[in-house]
């Protein structure tokens, strides 16, 4: 019977120092999850909102001056690495696209074209991209030159731009989704030139 009375403290103080903790543990993990699911579920909404507010003003960012959210009517595509459009009444299209760079970091494009299928502006996120270098895409005097060529070609590195030097990759990266926008408009239900060019072509590019 001592013997009995003796093990109960040292099993107590086995539990509290083995057991108790654990649970404790649960209990806290278990409390951060809900917390966190929370937190989730509040500020889920915002950030949709706060990406939809970023993509929108991309889109309006190359088109012509006064163009606004009214008058943008989502597209929908299926082009790889293509993960929006619009077009507009007047039969101007953007196509949002992204591609791969250094690290596998994604580099994205919006590429406006005009009613006669030409590339009007460009803008290129490449924060992405090793500052200095890799970065140097999202640059106008590196994008810049593909502006005026014609959706019925497709623009590579070295043509009509060089890719910049040590960042072949990124350089790459900002080609690729050009040519994504490419394709995208020359299949895509835009109406318009793009439209026009692929019916002429029986959807080839």
Known sequence: MAENNAKAPEQESNFKALVLP???????????????AVLNNATAPIIEANTKAE?????????PEGTTADDLQDVTVT????TGAVKTADGMAVVQSTAAG????????YAAFDTTGTLTALSVDASTQTTGIGSKTGEE????GYVGWSAFQQVGVGHPRDAIAGSTP???AGVRPVN?????????NFGGACTRWNTKNNGAV
């Open 79 to 82: 082009t790889a690495n293509v």
């Open 141 to 144: 005097s590196f994008y810049g």
């Open 22 to 36: 654990v649970i404790v543990l649960v209990v806290i993990c278990l409390v951060c999850s809900a917390l966190l």
């Open 180 to 188: 994504m926008a490419v394709l995208c408009c020359t299949h895509g």
């Open 102 to 109: 250094y690290s596998g970091n994604l580099v994205t494009v």
């Open 55 to 63: 993509t929108l003003a991309a889109y309006l960012s190359v088109l």
């Open 170 to 172: 990124s350089s790459r």
